[in-house]
Structure formats: structure tokens, C-alpha cells
């Protein structure tokens, strides 16, 4: 009894002063970039999705974690599948409203196009649920300075800041 009632007060404390509850200071606040670089096999795609999920556990992006998982395991088995890259890069941009995940790999630029796969096909859902899933995403050169390999990334967010 002593626990619920100590739970049931109720608090006076307000949020003023306290900077993560700023809208001001959030929404200027600056990124915050993290990368991994991992070799191109078959464990790459558990490592990069347990990675991305915890940083989004712990960045407080606990309602995107799941999605990312998703689509960071489609994403990272399609490089292993289907390229020939020696490894797999990972790069996660945080900030407050929304989260950019993207994968690189070091294969000659092919585009790829979302299409609907037959009713019984093991695969080809990768980018349809990239579609269903993400706010935004799309395809891009991986090392522009190159010209080489590309990168497909993803958005997750609430909406706002744009």
C-alpha cells in the first residue's frame, strides 16, 4: 500500500530550466552522427540492426526502434546477397524529431526499384517495406568523391522540423 501511495502523489516539479525539455534548444540542437563499418558476411546484418536499435533506445527514439530494425536488416542482407562488397557501412544521424539511417557498400551503382513480389517469393519485399515504413527514403552515390558504390537510406520521424 505504502508504493501505490507514494506513486498516486502528485509531482509539482514543472520543466522549466530544464534543457532537454527547451523546444528552442532541441530543435537547434546540433546531430548527432554515429558510424560503423563492418565486414560484408552473414552476421553483418544482426550486428547492424542490434546496433542501430540500441542507439535509438538510447537516444530516446524508442518508437522508431522496431521499423529500424526491420529496415536496417533489409537493407544490410540485400548488400550481402547482392553485392560483392568487402564490407558494409552504417551511418545513423539523430536528431530530435527524426532519424536518417544509411547503408553503404562499395558495389557499381544500381538502382533499385521497388516492385511487388509474387504471393509465395522468399524475397524481394526489402523495398516495399522501405516504402510502407519509412517517412522517406532513396538511393544515392556512396562515395561521391569516387564515384563509386552507393548508399540507400531511410528516414523515420515525427512530422515535424522540416
Excluded at 554515429?34 to 544482426?46: E, L
Aim: glycine fraction near 8%; charge should be neutral.
Amino acid at each position: 500500500m505504502a508504493v501505490c501511495s507514494a506513486a498516486a502523489r502528485p509531482t509539482t516539479r514543472n520543466n522549466e530550466g530544464d534543457p532537454d525539455m527547451d523546444p528552442i534548444r532541441t530543435a537547434t540542437e546540433p546531430p548527432q552522427i554515429y558510424r560503423i563499418r563492418t565486414p560484408n558476411s552473414p552476421t553483418s546484418p544482426k550486428i547492424c540492426r542490434d546496433i542501430v536499435t540500441l542507439l535509438l533506445q538510447a537516444t530516446g527514439h524508442h518508437e522508431h526502434a522496431d521499423a529500424a530494425r526491420l529496415l536496417v536488416s533489409e537493407l544490410v542482407t540485400n548488400v550481402h546477397l547482392h553485392t560483392a562488397s568487402q564490407a558494409v557501412r552504417l551511418e545513423t544521424v539523430v536528431r530530435h524529431d527524426r532519424v536518417r539511417v544509411s547503408v553503404y557498400d562499395d558495389a557499381p551503382v544500381i538502382e533499385p526499384h521497388p516492385k511487388p513480389p509474387g504471393a509465395q517469393a522468399e524475397s524481394g519485399r526489402g523495398l516495399v517495406l522501405l516504402s510502407g515504413l519509412a517517412q522517406e527514403w532513396g538511393v544515392g552515390l556512396g562515395d561521391e568523391s569516387r564515384g563509386t558504390g552507393k548508399r540507400v537510406w531511410f528516414e523515420l520521424g515525427d512530422g515535424r522540423g522540416r
